[in-house]
């Protein structure tokens, strides 16, 4: 249970901050944002504030921003159509009834004949309580909500849709969540170093193991230790490599505690490593050390650290040298996370850290569907100096789509076999 709760809180967090980070700079252009969605799938919570539905989905597998424009408007009212249209004091158009007019006993009825949601925002048509039966002109508000079948939707005049924005506009508002994704990380990394603070080369003992060679030796943590076998030390680094080339040999550490100089034995217990080498340990961590700046210092590297190595990743599956059985979905991510999670809350923050980076470097990828392919599409109409089709680009939107939920489908299968079918 621990696990599943873990997971949930990691995933949830990386998709809420990569999904708000589309929210805020799409909000700062001025887009109309319908909906901010974690998870896919049939809504288990959903409630309204201001423009927009906040909804938590079944499926906690991604996220996404439903902005005006991106896709086809809800509603289009033609010339034919009889709509109920409410007014306000100033007889402008507050909400139009596409159907259940009967329920809007306030509502003029009227027959259209022609209408414009986007641009001029108006509509034109004959109104069923007017006797001398002229064709009346009715201008709409902004923030104007069509309603059919009892649920209302604001309408989305052009200036409020994804594509009236500037390039630069449209292209923050999509790098912006893998942007999230990576300062995310560095908060995290940041954190970390606040709390349990950094690997410090000092020469000093940092905690100790319950049952380690150095506890039954009578060390403790924080002695600086000043020399082994009569020959000075000055780093943690020269400390730990002496020990590691003794195993089961003798040691006289010179130390200063509290002050006080003094002389302690310990012995380094004979332990093998993974490549069947043998070295000495006495069960000593390294000693951390708190400070802001080294913690922000910290952070950064990290970052960059994390986002090499997942680069290098990603460029040895591109050209090959991994296979896609190499990869995982969110059944390996679940895995590991269990795996991590056994080994403390720190390590349980760092894994989030690379998993957020992670995040951000997929979906940066120049592959349909991702906000790597939209850039794509961006960069190409910066060269191109216009727009590509619309509905050309959503195909290939599509496509990618398609092609991506099927590689999930492989992954998890993959995953499925090499942790339950073992």
Known sequence: MNTVVAFIIIFGALVFFHELGHFIFAKRAGILCREFAIGFGPKIFSQKRGETTYTIRLLPLGGYVRMAGEDPEMVDIKAGHRIGLILDKNEEVTKIIINNK??????????VEAADLEHDLFIKGYAEDDIDEKLLVFPIKKDALIVENGTASQIAPYDRQFASKTLGQRTMAIIAGPMMNFILAFVV??????IQGIPSDQPKLGKLIDDGQAIQAGLKEGDTIISIDGDSVTSWNEVVSIIQKSPGEDLELNLLREGKEMTVDVTPKAT???????????????PMEKSPLKAVQYGATETYTWTKE???????????????????????????????????????MKWAGILSINLGIMNLLPFPALDGGRLLFFAIEAVRGKPIDRHKEGMVHFVGFALLMLLMIVVTWNDIQRFFLR
């Open 102 to 111: 009967e329920k809007y006993p306030n509502a003029r009825i009227v027959n």
């Open 310 to 348: 997942i680069l290098g990743a990603v460029g040895k599956l591109v050209t090959g040298q991994f296979s896609i059985d190499a990869l995982s979905g969110p059944v390996g991510i679940y895995k590991s996370t269990d795996t991590v999670a056994q080994s403390g809350i720190y390590y349980l």
């Open 189 to 194: 990394f940041v954190l970390i170093a606040l």
């Open 272 to 286: 093998e490593t993974e490549d069947g080498k043998t070295i000495g340990l006495i069960g000593v961590y390294s």
